[in-house]
């Protein structure tokens, strides 16, 4: 492999942010969107994921980089898809670091048009640390409830797109979407919001278009 | 007021096991059951409470402190159900630590049966954390997913009960509760585990009578 295929970042000793600042450049010199997806457990994260798989077969080459306190179930599941994935598993930490996904990045294939990588399940606090991502994603899926934007701020302040998850379960479930909505954007006019289920399939086409002008718009700079 | 009928705790400069086990001790000479629950967003604390408090009427006299990142929107529905409430806002911190508790103490009703701690909604940083509390209860809702054990062990490690909540949503999930039980079971093999509906009522008695009996051990010591 030549040295221009392979992720070069030297990133031990840089802070949280500079670490981030050198992933974000060395990604989009190659013209990966990375999205970093951020979520309670249970909220849909690792299932979105695998639908992602399903649609961008044929069309696109993605990476996966799981974040978890203990397991490699998470990226277990995304091989089973045929995706490349790495399982990174904090040992009691609360969220990734960007110091984290550099000492991974050398191992990722740098032909990539998309790096997911999923946080440790947690509203709180993945939200304090930059990885170098493009675009953060925040889900919120129905059962959790429409009342955790205010009551979670961060998480919703910080992303670029809010994703009402497990929109087939409001049927069974008090969850008001347009309340949902609006109280996220109130915090942060600027989200992108789509409602999805990755069991029905609603919203996805919707965001597979999003992510691919995203892409586009990377891959034009670059 | 008379001295005796106030809480006395003077805990700002103890760490936060000595400031725990001071309020412990407190709480457990007015013979007061404190309950601890954790879990992710929305995994159904409050809802769980709201239904404790009708269930306890007339029964039992409750308070409840609420921990929450921002907002007093659970202490409001507690209180809408009758029962005095304080609400902890972290403003950031992913969750409640001792000295918060033992600032709110002083406020608290001495002459209560049970306290009920809503810890912020997370599954991972409050499980490091001593309250001062009796019982440590765990919640994992259907919709999160049988997996969540092994991948965020402390919080089932460290309690002494697990509520599967939620229960009513199973027909419409894929999650086995065999699985959830005995994964949890596997990495603590004390946990008392009861299976929840806070909406069909579905556990509810027996776990009230098991609370009764966790109060009755202590006010039979104290």
Known sequence: MAKKDVFVLQDILLSNAQTAAAIRRELESRRILAVNLLSSPGA??????????????GRARMAVIEGDIE???????IRARGIPAWQITTGGACHLEAKMIGKVLPEIPTDIDFLFIENVGNLVCPAGYDLGERLRVVLLSAPEGDDKPKKY??????????????ADLRPFLPFDVEKAKAEALALNPKLRVFIISAVSGQGLDDLVAFLFRAREEIASRA
């Open 153 to 166: 701020p961060r998480a919703f302040v910080t992303a670029d797109v809010l994703l009402l998850s497990k």
């Open 71 to 77: 397991t490699e179930r998470d990226a277990e599941r």
């Open 44 to 57: 849909g994260k690792t299932t979105l994921l695998e639908a992602l798989a399903d649609r961008l077969k």
